[in-house]
């Protein structure tokens, strides 16, 4: 009678285990909304560097140069910022020392976004135009577990910032200082230069000094009540252990 | 995940067989109850301690010491101070006079104390005990809810039937050897994590200057041990977190522990292990929570503190060990808690009052179905929820006040009366449910509220000082009872 009573006991007792094990495993692990807890984050700071770098277009303009120009030298976790277009140019063909005669008129149309942006000057020229493309992004600070995750993030904000596609148009009006029948000789256009000089920033990420992270010194009794209480149970354990242990003796 | 769940079904496994195991030994009540007062220093000392501890350790602890700092450490004091307490003025004794009196219980002890044949203070005594226990018991049912939705993902309904199955089942096979060698090795685990939790969590955030760096710029105030009260308030803020102190000497579940050690001399050797493990636990448990405030900042749930740090900070074997160690607590008190309101019903109540002949099998088999029965009805009040350290910090202050002056007063002081009992626990229950449930210090900041254990336990004491020097002693066989020891 005993035996079996035991006998039931532990079948009972493998069939809640095994009841168990397949309410566990059934269950997927789906964390809670209070599961996203995170580590505490630390604050990390990121530090711009403005830099620039150039490309230059030679062109010969005869009426009209039309080209598509791709800023792409940037580097990929940098933000582009500005573009400088410096077009300079001079006619080849006039007369006259004082007073010139033939000049052409050379017109340049910078296009960006649906933008226009254009300058002409006559005789020869050396104009700027300039394009503002982002702002360096006013984040002072990225809280984050460790640095890939706060480079994840800034690199988010910086994505696809660090190039810029233009639609350059240079047209030239000819001028001619003297009749010339044979169209062979007729003014054909003029040389330019144009040169490209774009600034982007660059950044890097600093972890929030001590100081920054807003560390403070802990005070002597926190140090002291860690340590004075503990000792003190200690002390009056050993106590009672050893008056007990005379006691005996 | 699924290494998670492998450690923590290994762990499940070896209660059962635990329990399994210990079932052949229990062949009448005393082995059930008290395990035949044949239990070694080891599983005296560590039973003790993880019995005494919970989920509260566990759970309410790191709570604690998320939300307050180093202010928690008062508490830590107060539990160690209460525990060494125990071991060094109530132990040795109680064992000696349960052994003369031939008690099994705590309502036994004090009828037979009090030569009592009117059975009313068993009565009583049974009565409180019951209700505290279940209250208690309940808690920890909660405690596993937590621990195991958090792990699982579970709902908590469903985590709370499987803290419950597991509990109810090992408890009802082994009975008392069960729930003390399973408390040995839930006890080393216990310890062994709290050990190991905060080393790691200090060697993550670069030292414990750090940990406390971090945890001070959350809140300024968990770095002073006032939690930035002064004056009156700091000391009211020291106070009410000691005040488990008081509690000590009145829980039936840690004070069999002593009852059923093999011989006395062993004690000493218990006390040795029992500080050991309740010193290094307790301070790991606030560690742990000053790390987790550090990790956090925030948490729905501080009382999940321990569990999420375990699942940030380990491998996830490891954390699944973490997981183990904590329902480890949970069950080792949930058990214990359980066989103590079993005996109030069984030996108490069934076996003196109703039926004093009935055999020992009989008995074990009434055992049993009280276990079943006490812990549906556990699971039923745990259904509701709660924080844990206001929970148990009800169930162990009905407990402090209405036992604890009063077995300090019968072990050490000869003129106690019948009649003084009976008031001594009367008033401590009446007191502390009054304190507590109708809101006496309702309006205070938690920090400042002082438990119902603490007025209770003096009014308690008061009671039994007066009432028993009003009345009238029974001189002689008082006199014959502590002249033996």
Redesign the interface.
């Known amino acids: 009678m005993k035996k079996k009573v035991?006998a039931m006991?532990?079948i009972?007792?493998v069939i809640?285990?095994i009841?168990?094990?397949i309410?566990?495993?059934i269950?997927?692990?789906?964390?809670?909304?209070?599961?996203a807890?995170e580590?505490?984050e630390k604050l990390y700071y990121p530090v711009f560097t403005e830099e620039y770098k150039e490309m230059t277009i030679n062109g010969l303009a005869e009426k009209t140069y039309s080209d598509k120009v791709t800023i792409n030298g940037v580097p990929s976790n940098a933000i582009l910022t500005s573009v400088d277009f410096q077009i300079s140019w001079d006619d080849d063909k006039t007369i006259g020392l004082i007073i010139k005669r033939g000049e052409d008129t050379l017109k340049i149309d910078i296009t960006y976004m649906g933008e226009t942006k254009t300058k002409s000057s006559i005789g020869s020229g050396s104009d700027t135009i300039t394009f503002d493309i982002n702002n360096v992004p006013s984040v002072d600070s990225i809280e984050a577990n460790n640095e890939t995750g706060a480079k994840d993030l800034l690199y988010e904000m910086l994505s696809g910032k660090n190039e810029a596609c233009f639609d350059i148009s240079v047209t030239v009006e000819t001028g001619e200082p003297i009749y010339r029948p044979i169209k062979r000789f007729l003014d054909k256009g003029d040389d330019f230069e144009i040169k490209v000089k774009y600034w982007y920033y660059s950044v890097e990420l600093e972890l929030g000094s001590e100081e920054d992270?807003?560390?403070?010194d802990?005070?002597f009794?926190?140090w002291l009540?860690?340590i004075l209480?503990?000792v003190?149970?200690?002390l009056?354990?050993v106590i009672?252990?050893l008056w007990?242990?005379r006691r005996?003796k | 995940?699924s290494v998670l769940?492998l450690a923590?079904?290994i762990y499940?496994?070896i209660m059962?067989l635990i329990?399994?195991w210990s079932?052949?030994r229990n062949k009448t009540l005393d082995d059930f109850l008290i395990a035949g007062r044949k239990l070694g220093t080891w599983p005296v000392a560590i039973s003790a301690q993880a019995s005494d501890m919970s989920g509260w350790l566990v759970m309410g602890l790191p709570g604690r010491g998320f939300a307050y700092g180093?202010g928690a450490?008062?508490t830590?004091?107060g539990c160690?101070?209460g525990t060494?307490f125990n071991?060094?003025v109530v132990a040795k004794r109680l064992r000696r006079f349960t052994e003369k009196l031939r008690s099994l219980t705590i309502p036994d002890f004090l009828e037979s104390r009090y030569n009592d044949d009117s059975h009313i203070i068993r009565a009583i005594a049974t009565t409180i005990i019951t209700i505290f226990m279940v209250a208690y018991v309940s808690v920890q049912l909660v405690a596993s809810g937590k621990i195991l939705s958090?792990t699982?993902?579970?709902d908590y309904n469903?985590a709370l039937i499987?803290g419950f199955?597991?509990i109810t089942?090992?408890t009802?096979?082994g009975g008392f050897f069960a729930v003390a060698w399973t408390d040995v090795f839930q006890g080393m685990l216990i310890v062994g994590i709290l050990v190991i939790l905060p080393i790691v969590g200090i060697a993550k955030l670069g030292g414990i200057?750090e940990v406390?760096?971090?945890a001070?710029?959350v809140d300024?105030n968990t770095?002073?041990?006032g939690f930035g009260y002064a004056g009156l308030l700091f000391l009211l803020f020291a106070f009410a977190s000691m005040s488990w102190i008081f509690g000590y000497p009145g829980q039936p579940h840690i004070l069999t522990r002593y009852m059923a050690i093999k011989n006395e001399?062993k004690l000493?050797n218990s006390?040795?292990i029992g500080?050991t493990w309740v010193?290094i636990s307790l301070?790991g448990a606030v560690l742990i929570g000053i790390i987790g405030l550090?990790?956090?900042?925030e948490?729905?749930?501080p009382e999940?503190v321990m569990p999420?740090l375990a699942m940030?900070l380990l491998p996830e074997w490891a954390a699944g060990v973490v997981i183990a160690a904590i329902t480890a607590a949970i069950m080792s008190t949930a058990d214990s808690q359980l066989l103590v309101a079993t005996s109030s019903v069984v030996e108490d109540v069934y076996h003196k009052l109703i039926n004093p002949d009935a055999d020992q099998k009989k008995l074990v088999l009434f055992s049993r179905i009280s276990v079943l029965l006490l812990s549906v009805v556990a699971f039923i009040l745990a259904l509701q929820g709660g924080v844990i350290y206001f929970l148990v910090a009800f169930a162990w202050g009905g407990l402090a006040a209405s036992f604890g002056p009063l077995i300090i007063l019968s072990l050490w002081w000869k003129r106690t009366t019948k009649w003084g009992a009976i008031a001594g626990m009367i008033s401590g229950t009446v007191t502390v449910i009054i304190w507590d449930k109708f809101g006496i210090a309702a309006s205070m900041p938690p920090e400042l509220v002082v438990p119902g254990m603490l007025p209770a336990f003096f009014v308690s004491l008061f009671s039994i000082i007066i009432i028993s020097l009003l009345t009238k002693l029974n001189y002689i066989e008082t006199k014959k009872l502590f002249k033996q020891f």
Do not use: H
Request: hydrophobic share 55%; glycine share 8%; with cysteine.
């Open positions: 035991y006991m532990a009972v007792g809640i285990l009841l168990a094990g309410g566990i495993s269950y997927s692990y789906e964390p809670g909304e209070d599961k807890i580590p505490k992270d807003g560390e403070i802990i005070p009794e926190t009540f860690l209480p503990l003190c149970v200690i009056a354990t009672y252990l007990e242990r005996f | 995940m769940i923590f079904v499940l496994i059962v329990g399994i079932s052949k180093v450490i008062w830590a004091v160690a101070f060494l071991w060094s958090e699982f993902g579970w469903s499987l199955a597991i089942f090992y009802l096979m200057g406390f760096s971090a001070g710029q300024a770095l002073s041990p001399k000493w006390t040795l500080m010193i301070w550090a990790m956090f900042k948490l729905p749930d999940k999420l940030n």
